[in-house]
C-alpha cells in the first residue's frame, strides 16, 4: 500500500482509538454515561471529550501533512494537503463507527437503557409529570442508540476533519519561493 494511503490510514485508527480510549476513561470516574448523570458531571464530561476528541483530530491531521510533506521531499501543495486530509478524516470516521458499534453494542449494550433510566430517575425526583419524563425518555434512547451516536461519530469526524485539513493545508502547505530554493 502507498504511503500516502497508509499513514492517515493507521493515524485515523490511532485517532479513533484514542477518543474510544478516553470515552472509556471518563465512563469509568463518571464524566460520562449514567453515573454524570446522577452525579451532574456530564456537562463536564462532554466538554472534555469534544475538546479532546478535536485535539486528537488536529494533532493527527497535523502529523499526518508533515510526514506526506516529508514523503515528498519537503514539498506538499493544497491538494495533497486536501486529499491526505481526507483520506484521514474518512478512516478516523470509519475506525470511530466501528469502535462506537463495538461499545454500544458489545462493550455496553445497556448504556441507552441506563440513561434512559436514570433520566427518568432525575425527571421523577424533580416532580416532573408523566408526559415530560416519558417524552424525554423516549428523546433519551433515540440519542443514545447505536445508529444515531455512529452517525454523529461519522459526520463529526468527517466534517470536522475536513475542516482542519483546509486550514493546516494553508498553513503547510509549500509556498511558491519554498519550491524555488531547492
Given at each position: ?44 464530561g ?33 491538494l ?103
Amino acid at each position: 500500500m502507498k504511503r500516502e494511503y497508509s499513514i492517515p490510514l493507521a493515524v485515523g485508527l490511532i485517532i479513533a482509538f484514542a477518543g474510544t480510549v478516553l470515552m472509556l476513561i471518563l465512563l469509568a470516574i463518571d464524566y460520562v454515561g449514567p453515573g454524570s448523570v446522577k452525579n451532574d458531571n456530564l456537562m463536564y464530561g462532554g466538554t472534555i471529550l469534544f475538546i479532546f476528541l478535536y485535539i486528537f483530530l488536529l494533532v493527527g491531521l497535523y502529523v499526518v501533512l508533515l510526514k506526506i510533506k516529508k514523503l515528498n521531499q519537503d514539498s506538499l501543495t493544497f491538494l495533497q494537503a486536501i486529499r491526505s486530509g481526507m483520506y484521514t478524516s474518512l478512516s478516523t470516521a470509519l475506525f470511530s463507527v466501528i469502535f462506537t458499534i463495538v461499545f454500544y453494542e458489545f462493550i455496553y449494550p445497556d448504556y441507552g437503557l441506563e440513561m434512559a433510566k436514570v433520566v427518568s430517575d432525575k425527571l421523577e425526583s424533580a416532580s416532573a409529570g408523566p408526559e415530560e419524563v416519558a417524552e424525554k425518555i423516549a428523546e433519551q434512547t433515540k440519542y443514545y442508540s447505536t445508529g444515531v451516536q455512529a452517525q454523529f461519530s461519522f459526520v463529526g469526524n468527517l466534517i470536522t476533519g475536513m475542516a482542519f485539513s483546509v486550514l493546516l493545508g494553508l498553513f503547510l502547505k509549500t509556498r511558491k519561493g519554498d519550491v524555488m530554493t531547492k
